[in-house]
């Protein structure tokens, strides 16, 4: 069974920055594209969606919403299955719970990791 563990979260002001972290349990890391998903405040009814912001294919080939474009990064360690998420020049708009997962196969979800963005 695949566990997925997500770290890095924190409070940050407007403007700064965090690497946000996802450990995947399991040899199996390298055959999927992975992704991050955030879900905010207020969005956690039934049937809401988390987010798609950033994702990256098993070669590196990575997209990113127009609202993270040029400001996150996602990058991924196929050695230490491991994917980041380096998140610059927060807004507040951006605090969310951050989650890492696989887009195309949708593994059980981790407990994610919350980041604050203070204005």
């Known amino acids: 069974q ?3 563990v997500e770290s890095g979260g924190g409070l940050v002001q407007a403007g700064g920055s965090l690497r946000l972290s996802c450990e995947v349990s399991g040899s199996i890391f390298s055959f999927y594209s992975m992704g991050w998903f955030r879900q905010a405040p207020g969005s956690q009814a039934p049937g809401k969606q988390r987010e798609l912001v950033a994702s990256i294919t098993r070669g590196g080939n990575t997209d990113y919403a127009e609202s993270v474009k040029g400001r996150f990064t996602i990058s991924r360690d ?4 491991t994917v980041h998420l380096q998140v610059s020049r927060l807004k ?3 605090t969310a719970v951050y989650y890492c997962n ?3 196969q949708m593994f059980s979800w981790g407990q994610g990791t919350r980041g604050t963005v203070s204005s």
Do not use: R
């Open 102 to 104: 696989a887009p195309g």
């Open 78 to 81: 196929n050695a230490k299955n």
């Open 92 to 94: 507040p708009e951006d």
């Open 2 to 4: 695949v566990q997925l």
